[in-house]
Each structure stands twice: as structure tokens, then as C-alpha cells.
Nanobody, 114 residues
Framework: QVQLVESGGGLVQAGGSLRLSCVAS??????YSWYRQAPGNQRELVAT????????NVADSVKGRFTISRDNMKNTVYLQMNNLKPEDTAVYYC?????????WGQGAQVTVSS
């Protein structure tokens, strides 16, 4: 069974940094995305990266602060989060897609204190 395993979440003060990692059990996926969901809010797209490492999109709310990247040799996608703000507090989910298949990670909690 295909799995995505996330790590790197935690508690950080405003202005701090965290790096999320998402490791896929297989190397079949074409695009990877990070989504986030804050309590009471809908899940929102944060960033997407294609198979060659090209960034497809980044949410306006995180532009200039968050960077998505991937290491195909390690089947891993990253989300580097800098200058974190309290409004970035959410559960962050990794999502992988290819034609005919998709997979979600279990989620990683990120909490930013003011």
C-alpha cells in the first residue's frame, strides 16, 4: 500500500522556522503538494511541485516565506517554512498525485505562538 509519511511539525515562536518532510513509499507520483487546515477552516493548498522540481504554485499567504522542494532519489518532498506567523498554525498535509492515483499523508501539526 502506498504511504506518505510526514515529519518535522512542532511548536515554534513567531518568526521562527520549521521544515516539513514527506517520504513516499514508492516513486510513482508526478506532483506533490502541501495543504494545510486550521481549526474551523477548509483545507487550503499551500504549494505544488512537479516531477522535475518545478514549482507549480504557491499560495499568496506564504509567498516569500515558504519553499517547496523535492529529492527524487529519496522520494521526499519538503516544505521549508521561514518567518512563521501565528496564522500559519494548522495541520499540514502532504498530497501526491499521478494519473489514476493519489495519496494523502496523515498530517503534521504546526503551531506558531505569538
Amino acid at each position: 500500500q502506498v504511504q506518505l509519511v510526514e515529519s518535522g511539525g512542532g511548536l515554534v515562536q513567531a518568526g521562527g522556522s520549521l521544515r516539513l518532510s514527506c517520504v513516499a513509499s514508492v516513486s510513482i507520483f508526478v506532483t506533490y503538494s502541501w495543504y494545510r487546515q486550521a481549526p474551523g477552516n477548509q483545507r487550503e493548498l499551500v504549494a505544488t511541485i512537479d516531477s522535475r522540481g518545478g514549482v507549480i504554485n504557491v499560495a499568496d499567504s506564504v509567498k516569500g516565506r515558504f519553499t517547496i522542494s523535492r529529492d527524487n532519489m529519496k522520494n521526499t518532498v519538503y516544505l521549508q517554512m521561514n518567518n512563521l506567523k501565528p496564522e500559519d498554525t494548522a495541520v499540514y498535509y502532504c498530497y501526491a498525485w499521478k494519473l489514476g492515483d493519489q495519496c494523502w499523508g496523515q498530517g503534521a501539526q504546526v503551531t506558531v505562538s505569538s
